[in-house]
């Protein structure tokens, strides 16, 4: 004898026919759906690429005008540093320069005391070791007898002619010229002389009467022969 449990009744497993159709509906609409949007996927690529395109062109755009401003910058800076270098070298060249134009006196000194014969003991050694140091800074005298006068590096002084000189001259250094590479900070101080008026004249004046007496005394001799050719010869004692 079964005792059946009050409340629950049982049923049958009957299978359900609207669960499979509903699946099997459901598998097309989503193949459905999937076929709809392929034909949409090659546009939204294209957008894309056209922007990444606009985006890559606007980075090398910006690529360019930065490299055009640093080529720029650097150029700037080598023409700065050129130009300081050069305005480096011109402060020193003057600084040396006024330097030494304020030793010239002492240098003149010192050359006058070597031409009297008074440049001697320890006063020679100081004389040389500065002139040696005055060198060493580009210091360069120049001025020497003889040579052809250049208002550029001479200034005269005294002017008188001379008979053996075929152009103006410096005939005396009355004080040397100095100068700093081609920068002269005191013309050469000189005499110089020029040819003399008239030098060119006198010696073909002289010239022509050596000539004419020469000339003269062939005639006379051609005049005694022809008398004695006359007379027959000298008379016999």
Do not use: W
């Amino acid at each position: 004898m079964t005792e059946e449990t009050p409340g629950f009744d049982e049923k049958p497993d009957v299978p359900s026919g609207n669960s499979g159709n509903g699946s099997e509906d459901a598998e097309p609409q989503a193949a459905g759906s999937s076929a709809q949007e392929e034909p949409a996927a090659p546009a939204g690529d294209a957008a894309q690429t056209a922007g990444l395109t606009a985006q890559l062109d606007q980075a090398r755009t910006a690529l360019n005008e930065r490299t055009a401003d640093l080529q720029r910058l650097q150029a700037e800076f080598q023409n700065y540093r050129r130009r300081v270098e050069r305005d480096r070298i011109a402060v020193r060249e003057i600084a040396v320069a006024n330097l030494l134009t304020e030793l010239l006196p002492v240098l003149d000194d010192i050359g006058r005391a070597r031409d009297h014969g008074e440049l001697v003991g320890g006063f020679k050694s100081v004389a040389e070791s500065l002139e040696t140091v005055a060198a060493k800074m580009g210091l360069q005298q120049f001025g020497k007898e003889g040579e052809p006068f250049d208002p550029t590096i001479h200034e005269a002084l005294m002017h008188s002619y001379a008979p053996d000189v075929t152009e103006t001259t410096c005939v005396g250094i009355l004080q040397p010229g100095y100068k700093i590479g081609d920068r002269i900070i005191r013309p050469a101080r000189v005499a110089v002389a020029e040819p003399q008026p008239g030098a060119q004249t006198v010696p073909s004046e002289e010239a022509g009467a050596e000539d004419a007496k020469s000339e003269d005394a062939q005639a006379a001799a051609t005049g005694e022969s022809a008398d004695d050719k006359e007379s027959g010869g000298p008379d016999e004692g």
